[in-house]
């Protein structure tokens, strides 16, 4: 009997591990300035959300540099023009820049870098997207983050 009940807690407990979010994605990025996805779901039952950006291509990232920034839609280009005066080492991004709400740091070809945030930031009604900071790379580099 009792190890009837171990054996149901067991797969009870198994399964629910199937059924929890996943809260974290992997962005690939190329030489052809493209991200793998141009739409990232959050579970809202995610209390954080890790995106690993990686960079599949042969460049290095001050000719081909992608990063991962995740705003308010309204928000992206004003971000990327803004940011391009901060140069390569501030990841082309303005230094205190509050309509940021993550971002990873430019890598190149085969580096990654990831970054966590926190799911509450995003509020209800607002629309997000991501993008790529590097000059000119927001007009191909860009999707749309939605919370379900």
Not at 10 to 23: D, I, R, V, W
Request: overall charge negative; proline content about 1%.
């Amino acid at each position: 009997m009792f190890a009837k009940l171990v054996a149901v807690s067991l797969l009870t407990l198994a399964s629910g591990q199937l059924l929890a979010a996943e809260c974290k994605v992997t962005v690939d990025s190329t030489d052809q300035m493209s991200y793998n996805t141009k739409e990232i779901t959050i579970d809202k039952s995610c209390k954080t959300f890790t995106v690993e950006l990686t960079h599949s291509g042969n460049l290095p990232k001050n000719i081909m540099g992608h990063n991962w920034v995740l705003a308010s839609t309204a928000d992206m280009q004003a971000i990327a023009t803004d940011g391009m005066a901060a140069g390569l080492d501030k990841n082309y991004l303005k230094e205190g820049d509050t309509r940021i709400i993550a971002h990873t740091k430019i890598i190149g070809a085969g580096e990654t870098d990831s970054v966590t945030f926190d799911v509450s930031k995003l509020a209800a009604g607002t629309d997000y997207g991501f993008f790529c900071s590097f000059p000119g790379h927001i007009s191909m580099m860009k999707g749309t983050v939605v919370v379900k």
